[in-house]
């Protein structure tokens, strides 16, 4: 497979997971829940990265999300959402990551259409961890959840400019929750655009399917892609083994970056 593609893994799994991704040369991008980030759990992340390097296999790391946000207008919430976010960027130098993926924390109607709110407080937030992750040669994407256009995070994006903060783009999200063309998001975001997770499902819940076994139209995704800037890394976000491996093994061709 191409040294562009990982697969979901769950950190709590990894151990058990290990000889299969090394068994078939899979490269993990590694979820973390906040469990994963208390107690000591840094000579299991540098065992398997070890072991994973020694395979010739890299790593993304994906952070913890639940009930955090970056842009929260209460300082309780962005200070929590701090500390998990800075647990996550040392938990991925000891696995030795590629990148780090984030939730932006952003819902319309929690913020009455105020984005700007949002923006500014993650204008705040984020300097630290830029800062944080450019130390460590490891750059942070942020991925879209619940947005219905791009210019959220467009917005934040380009305020910062930074080569250490990009986009990851969730077709699976965009399917659910997008407003805008595939076409238009890309012409969009397609500047910050470094990472992609890839999964199915038939716009009526976040199903983590196979590619194909939803109604997702990855043809249109093979279109635009070479008309990126940078060639991303992608991710199969397929939540169940079986259906990752039928995944993998009907991989589509035109995805083959």
Not at 114 to 126: D, I, P, T
Request: with cysteine.
């Amino acid at each position: 497979m191409s040294e562009r593609l990982h697969v979901h893994v769950p950190f709590s799994l990894l151990e058990k997971h290990l000889p299969l991704l090394l068994e078939r040369g899979l490269q993990p991008e590694i979820a973390l829940k906040w469990p994963d980030l208390v107690g000591d759990h840094r000579s299991t992340a540098a065992r398997a990265a070890q072991r994973l390097a020694a395979a010739g296999l890299r790593v993304t790391v994906h952070g913890p999300f639940m009930d955090l946000n970056p842009g929260a207008l209460e300082p309780m919430v962005r200070q929590a959402t701090m500390e998990r976010f800075r647990q996550t960027l040392a938990m991925a130098e000891w696995l030795e990551a590629r990148l780090v993926v984030f939730h932006p924390g952003y819902e319309f109607w929690r913020y009455g259409g105020r984005s700007e709110l949002w923006v500014e407080a993650c204008r705040e937030f984020w300097p630290p961890l830029i800062e944080q992750a450019a130390a460590q040669d490891c750059p942070m994407v942020l991925e879209n959840i619940f947005e219905e256009h791009p210019e959220t995070l467009k917005d934040l994006l380009d305020a910062f400019a930074s080569p250490w903060l990009g986009h990851c783009f969730d077709i699976g999200h965009w399917r659910l929750f997008g407003k805008v063309t595939m076409a238009d998001w890309f012409h969009a975001l397609g500047p910050h655009l470094r990472h992609l997770h890839l999964h199915d499902n038939c716009g009526d819940r976040d199903a983590h399917l196979a590619i194909g076994e939803g109604n997702i139209d990855f043809a249109e995704l093979a279109r635009l892609l070479p008309c990126l800037p940078e060639t991303p890394c992608m991710t199969l976000e397929i939540h169940d083994c079986p259906a990752l491996l039928r995944c993998l093994d009907n991989f589509p061709p035109s995805l083959r970056i």
